[in-house]
């Protein structure tokens, strides 16, 4: 059986060690979300982030905003807590409504506030090889959750399925930049299961069951960070985990392995944006 990449374990690890440093801090780290429409799981994740910073002794700050919100509105509001010393991270949280232009109002973020990550700046620093303010959170998660298992990409061919600017594009640089053998695989790839089968560490984002026995060689390592919900309304991954933990090495569960990782590195990101904002 293969061992269980537990993100949830991994989780309470890291926040005990953050509620020490935040307990030390004279100011608390403040985290700003922007939350816009009636997406409920939206609604759901941006609660979870409440709850954490609470928890850890963050302040945190949500505004949110009808679904008819003009994107003039959101932009300002960007502008005000970019302005605003006692905020040190800002998150929007995606989707943002259809007529809102989701590329302009990320960037409209100061890149040392961008506690996702995801603004050009961020990118073209991670993608150019420097160092970004901070790494984007499922693919830090993702990073963190190999090295609590001692999982060392160096020399391994790693195979992610999945193209998005959230996930599948920084963590396949973040693997080059550990010295894996990169390959993406997406919607239009032909022959998907000859090229996972050749894979060492599979990483799955896509929402979708695309993963099974037939995809994957011998004691390969296996991240599942898609989820969603299938008809019959139960929480799935992108992997059919029963399948695949009798053939995979390691692999990460769904729900409880990426996910919590998710939110562990954006209350790091937090600390550590505020820790640079601060020279700490």
Same mark, same amino acid.
């Given at each position: 059986?293969?061992?269980?990449?537990?993100?949830?374990?991994?989780?309470?690890?890291?926040?005990?060690?953050?509620?020490?440093? +935040?307990?030390?801090?004279?100011?608390?780290?403040?985290?700003?979300?922007?939350?816009?429409?009636?997406?409920?799981?939206?609604?759901?994740?941006?609660?979870?982030?409440?709850?954490?910073?609470?928890?850890? &002794?963050?302040?945190?700050?949500?505004?949110?905003?009808?679904?008819?919100?003009?994107?003039?509105?959101?932009?300002?509001?960007?502008?005000?807590?970019?302005?605003?010393?006692?905020?040190?991270?800002?998150?929007?949280?995606?989707?943002?409504?259809?007529?809102?232009?989701?590329?302009?109002?990320?960037?409209?973020?100061?890149?040392?506030?961008? +506690?996702? &990550?995801?603004?050009?700046?961020?990118?073209?620093?991670?993608?150019?090889?420097?160092?970004?303010?901070?790494?984007?959170?499922?693919?830090?998660?993702?990073?963190?959750?190999?090295?609590?298992?001692?999982?060392?990409?160096?020399?391994?061919?790693?195979? +992610?399925? &999945?193209?998005?600017?959230?996930?599948?594009?920084?963590?396949?640089?973040?693997?080059?930049?550990?010295?894996?053998?990169?390959?993406?695989? @997406?919607?239009?790839?032909?022959?998907?299961?000859?090229?996972?089968?050749?894979?060492?560490?599979?990483?799955?984002?896509? $929402?979708?069951?695309?993963?099974?026995?037939?995809?994957?060689?011998?004691?390969?390592?296996?991240?599942?960070? $898609?989820?969603?919900?299938?008809?019959?309304?139960?929480?799935? $991954?992108?992997?059919?985990?029963?399948?695949?933990?009798?053939?995979?090495?390691?692999?990460?569960?769904?729900?409880?392995?990426? &996910?919590?990782?998710?939110?562990?590195?954006?209350?790091?990101?937090?600390?550590?944006?505020?820790?640079?904002? @601060?020279?700490?």
């Amino acid at each position: 059986m293969a061992i269980i990449l537990d993100g949830k374990k991994l989780r309470e690890k890291i926040f005990e060690d953050l509620i020490l440093k +935040v307990e030390k801090m004279p100011v608390k780290p403040t985290l700003a979300v922007i939350l816009a429409g009636d997406d409920p799981s939206s609604k759901i994740y941006v609660n979870n982030k409440r709850k954490c910073a609470q928890k850890l &002794g963050i302040n945190s700050m949500v505004f949110e905003y009808p679904s008819d919100v003009s994107q003039s509105e959101i932009l300002k509001k960007i502008d005000e807590l970019n302005d605003d010393k006692n905020i040190n991270a800002i998150l929007v949280q995606l989707p943002l409504p259809e007529h809102i232009d989701k590329f302009k109002v990320i960037d409209r973020i100061l890149p040392s506030k961008d +506690v996702d &990550g995801l603004t050009t700046y961020n990118s073209g620093k991670l993608f150019s090889g420097e160092e970004p303010f901070v790494y984007p959170c499922t693919p830090k998660g993702i990073c963190l959750l190999l090295d609590e298992y001692k999982i060392n990409p160096a020399g391994k061919h790693v195979v +992610v399925i &999945g193209r998005s600017n959230l996930v599948g594009k920084p963590v396949a640089q973040m693997m080059l930049r550990r010295d894996a053998t990169v390959t993406i695989c @997406h919607s239009k790839t032909e022959n998907l299961a000859e090229i996972t089968k050749t894979a060492d560490i599979l990483i799955s984002a896509v $929402g979708k069951n695309v993963v099974g026995e037939k995809n994957i060689k011998l004691n390969s390592v296996v991240i599942d960070v $898609g989820i969603f919900k299938d008809l019959s309304g139960s929480i799935r $991954g992108d992997v059919e985990f029963d399948e695949i933990s009798n053939k995979a090495s390691y692999i990460s569960p769904v729900p409880g392995g990426v &996910g919590p990782m998710t939110i562990a590195s954006l209350m790091l990101n937090t600390v550590e944006l505020y820790n640079k904002q @601060h020279d700490l």
